[in-house]
């Protein structure tokens, strides 16, 4: 059991902050991910929980407990890292129970121990063997065995798939899921630029950018509800579309918001200023090829990329620099240059202020309006 707090942590290198006044807590048998760009703080924020950098200032609490000073090895914590570190001259059994044998657990509860943690990473068959007759998979279910076998509070994961290929990382992603289903009581942070994971392992997702905290929130909230621009295009795959557009009037219950191609939308609990710059988000996923009426966007199809059953569109958008990209149903016949017409529920529209941030909230609606 192991209720995390943080408060007002901060990392400096000399004058070079890389964390800034991070606030977190982290619930007992919670599965909860570090994401963001590289560079963002991700790794060292973990490598400051696990004691591995000095906290530079503010608090980390483990049960109540002031860990700022307590050494890596008291903490009880366990780490799985992107390198195995396997030794190669060392079965299985051994590489898993060797740091119970520096720590001078008996020999009978260091067999019952690997064996449990074999037992739930299904590396029974492989006990006696060394780490050169193991695929990547299955080297880095015995770095996660060797954690395991320690019997820690909190598990501590840095992009530990980043080394393995596609078809590797989805079967070792669905093995660590199964890991948490298995230790409902453990603690469990885990770091990775990949969006995929961190939505498909997620309890909470933590969004770092700069060495500051964007939101925090389930995978589904941040979605559906994601607090800024930022965090909008960088949870979902491919990233939300922003179109630019300002306020063109407003009632006590609408404002209404002319987009940059001169289409106007009506939205809900609007409380902003007319001329007032903002802008309208709006994923790929939840585009539509749409009548005239119902057409938020006109465009010229640039390019098309055939996935199977769906197809990624991408459109110029008159003059508009950036390229629109919609998600549509993979057998609509769609060609480079063709005109294409998109529109979309009112429903998903998001709706962001110059700066960025979130403005209508999760039950605010849209529709277009005629011109």
């Not at 007002?8 to 070079?16: A, D, H, P, V, W």
């Not at 200032?57 to 002031?66: F, K, P």
């Not at 000073?69 to 059994?93: E, N």
């Not at 019997?151 to 530990?160: N, S």
């Amino acid at each position: 059991m192991a209720e995390m707090t943080i408060r007002q942590l901060k990392k400096s290198y000399g004058t070079f902050d890389v964390l800034h006044s991070i606030d977190l807590d982290v619930h007992t048998g919670e599965f909860m991910v570090f994401v963001g760009p590289s560079g963002c703080g991700k790794s060292t924020l973990l490598r400051c929980i696990a004691g591995l950098e000095d906290i530079s200032a503010g608090e980390l609490r483990i049960e109540n407990q002031l860990m700022n000073d307590v050494p890596p090895s008291k903490r009880g914590i366990a780490k799985v890292f992107q390198s195995y570190a396997l030794y190669p001259h060392m079965t299985l059994f051994d590489n898993m129970a060797f740091g119970l044998k520096i720590a001078g657990v008996p020999k009978a509860e260091i067999k019952a121990r690997v064996s449990r943690a074999a037992e739930v990473l299904k590396l029974t068959p492989y006990l006696d063997r060394y780490p050169r007759a193991l695929s990547g998979g299955q080297r880095q279910r015995v770095a996660i065995g060797r954690a395991i076998v320690r019997d820690p509070r909190v598990f501590l994961f840095d992009e530990p798939l980043s080394n393995l290929d596609a078809a590797l990382r989805v079967a070792t992603r669905i093995e660590i899921a199964k890991l948490k289903e298995s230790m409902p009581d453990t603690t469990m942070i885990y770091v990775t630029h990949d969006q995929v994971e961190a939505m498909t392992l997620a309890d909470r997702i933590v969004v770092l950018k700069d060495g500051q905290i964007e939101q925090v929130g389930s995978p589904q909230d941040l979605y559906r509800n994601p607090a800024n621009v930022f965090v909008a295009r960088f949870i979902g795959s491919p990233a939300m579309n922003i179109l630019s557009g300002e306020v063109a009037d407003q009632s006590d219950e609408t404002i209404s918001v002319r987009l940059f191609n001169g289409v106007k939308v009506a939205i809900e609990r609007g409380e902003m200023r007319v001329g007032e710059a903002v802008q309208v988000g709006v994923r790929p996923e939840d585009l539509t090829v749409a009548h005239a009426q119902d057409a938020l966007i006109d465009a010229t199809i640039d390019h098309v990329e055939h996935l199977g059953e769906v197809q990624l569109v991408h459109s110029k958008i008159g003059e508009h620099s950036d390229l629109l990209v919609a998600k549509l149903p993979g057998e609509i016949p769609l060609n480079r240059g063709a005109q294409i017409k998109l529109g979309a529920a009112s429903t998903v529209l998001h709706l962001f202020d110059s700066e960025g941030r979130r403005i209508n909230g999760p039950a605010s609606k849209m529709h277009i309006l005629p011109n």
